[in-house]
């Protein structure tokens, strides 16, 4: 018997047995998992580059259809982050009456870094594990322009769900991948940062 909260956490783990099992009602369970993951502060546990990048190596081999598993997840994560903006703006205002939650001038410099930086914090903190749950919910607090946010959302959400979906269709199934696929996905990682380094450190010239 599977222990549900290890089967929900390393549900990438298990997800050759879902498809077995559950057919095409697998795309209904992957959609819940990435919306939760990118769209509830509380499930940034939930299993995300991992998911999408076994989702992609299964759909190689039959599996799963691949630019149907795109859509359905690119949709999850888009959505995700506009539900998690949403609970963040609806926190914001609360905050933004009652002082002893949280200062005013907190809420200022929350709402003066988004509107500088909001844009490529959306979109890098979605290759970032736990940071890509939490920032749309601070974009909401801090009163990011929603067609603004929504258009970066929706950049970032396909770039992301598209790298790893379709990195695990062509590469997944390689020996290397499949033997080092922990390191593998860590190394994909670590090539996102590669943008937020170069900006820090130009800010640090600055």
Do not use: C
């Amino acid at each position: 018997m599977v222990n549900p909260i290890d089967f929900f956490i390393n549900m990438d783990e298990y997800l050759n047995i879902i498809i077995q099992n559950y057919g095409a009602f697998t795309y209904v369970i992957l959609f819940l998992v990435i919306f939760a993951e990118t769209g509830l502060v509380v499930t940034p546990f939930l299993p995300g580059d991992s998911l999408i990048f076994i989702a992609g190596t299964l759909a190689k081999s039959g599996g799963l259809n691949t630019f149907l598993l795109f859509f359905i997840l690119a949709s999850a994560a888009i959505l995700g982050d506009s539900f998690n903006y949403a609970i963040g703006k609806y926190f914001g205002k609360k905050m933004g009456k009652n002082e002893k939650l949280v200062k005013k001038k907190y809420l200022r410099k929350t709402e003066e870094f988004y509107k500088k930086h909001g844009g490529k914090t959306i979109i890098f903190a979605r290759f970032i594990p736990i940071i890509r749950t939490f920032a749309p919910f601070v974009a909401g607090i801090g009163k990011m322009d929603y067609v603004r946010f929504l258009g970066f959302n929706v950049f970032g959400g396909m770039i992301w769900v598209g790298l790893f979906v379709f990195g695990g269709y062509y590469f997944g199934q390689l020996e290397l991948v499949q033997e080092n696929l922990n390191w593998f996905i860590i190394f994909i990682i670590l090539l996102s940062f590669l943008p937020v380094i170069t900006e820090f450190f130009k800010n640090r010239k600055r």
